[in-house]
Nanobody, 116 residues
Framework: QVHLVQSGGGLVQPGGSLRLSCVAS????????MDWYRQAPGKQRELVAG????????NYTDSVKGRFTISRNNVWNTVWLQMNSLKPEDTAVYYC?????????WGQGTQVTVSS
């Protein structure tokens, strides 16, 4: 059974930093692209960042480029999202995601709140 277990997140002031982690089990992690999505209140879930199976390619939505970094370790079955220079508009529930055997798999979600 596939599990994506997230940790990190919380409340931070504008300009601060947070790191989200996601540990995968039940899949051959090194074979799969991993993503981070977020969903703010009243908005659709959006793709924030993605990383290829070997970590060689990353992509980001324009609003987080230069501030967020996605990375992974295929020995530890872990993907991270380092978030710097956080803004109030980054406030959302963040989800780890992969697509395994044509099925979307999601982490449990982690609240990130950026507020003074």
């Amino acid at each position: 059974q596939v599990h994506l277990v997230q940790s990190g997140g919380g409340l931070v002031q504008p300009g601060g930093s947070l790191r989200l982690s996601c540990v995968a089990s039940g899949i051959n992690f090194r074979l799969y692209t991993m993503d981070w999505y977020r969903q703010a209140p009243g908005k659709q879930r959006e793709l924030v960042a993605g990383i290829s199976s070997n970590g060689g390619t990353t992509n980001y939505t324009d609003s987080v480029k230069g501030r967020f970094t996605i990375s992974r370790n295929n020995v530890w079955n872990t993907v991270w999202l380092q978030m710097n220079s956080l803004k109030p508009e980054d406030t959302a529930v963040y989800y780890c995601h992969t697509r395994h055997r044509s099925v979307d798999r999601w982490g449990q979600g982690t609240q990130v709140t950026v507020s003074s």
